[in-house]
């Protein structure tokens, strides 16, 4: 999460995989409730959005990524935590260069010493039915 009033600038890369798509499942506090985005990180100053996505799939599931394709951007407004957040998303379609990735059922990784995270792969379906949130809701505009 980027400092309070600021824009945060963001690489996510969709993953996909015939029907289910490879997410990471968050939750907030506040609202006491569990939402789900595609993986990737901030873009660190004098670092393009690609090399951002690339470096935040290996720093957070040691995990390299081929047929990268630009998706598209799109700017995000939320609260989160019971804070305004912004953030501008430059957004990937991407796969795993290693099929070892799709055998998973879910996987648990550290963004930093404090936040564990689960990537899982979930069924389109169930976002779609509204069972489960994926964030931003523009990204099924990429489905």
């Not at 789900?36 to 290996?58: C, H, M, N, P, W």
């Not at 290693?98 to 899982?120: I, N």
Request: proline share 1%; charged share 25%; hydrophobic share 35%.
């Amino acid at each position: 999460m980027g400092k309070h009033n600021e824009i945060r600038v963001i690489a996510l890369g969709l993953i996909q995989d015939e029907k289910r798509i490879f997410v990471s499942e968050g939750y907030d506090p506040v609202k006491q409730s569990k939402f789900y985005r595609a993986l990737g990180g901030g873009v660190d100053f004098g670092e393009t959005s690609i090399e951002a996505l690339k470096r935040e799939f290996q720093e957070e599931i040691q995990a390299d990524l081929t047929n990268i394709r630009y998706l598209g951007c799109i700017e995000n407004i939320f609260i989160y935590n019971g804070r305004k957040g912004h953030e501008v998303i430059q957004l990937y379609q991407c796969d795993f260069a290693d099929s070892k990735f799709y055998q998973l059922e879910s996987l648990v990784f550290s963004e930093s010493e404090h936040h564990q995270h689960t990537a899982l792969w979930i069924d389109i379906a169930r976002f779609q039915s509204s069972e489960l949130r994926l964030v931003p809701e523009e990204f099924f505009n990429y489905l």
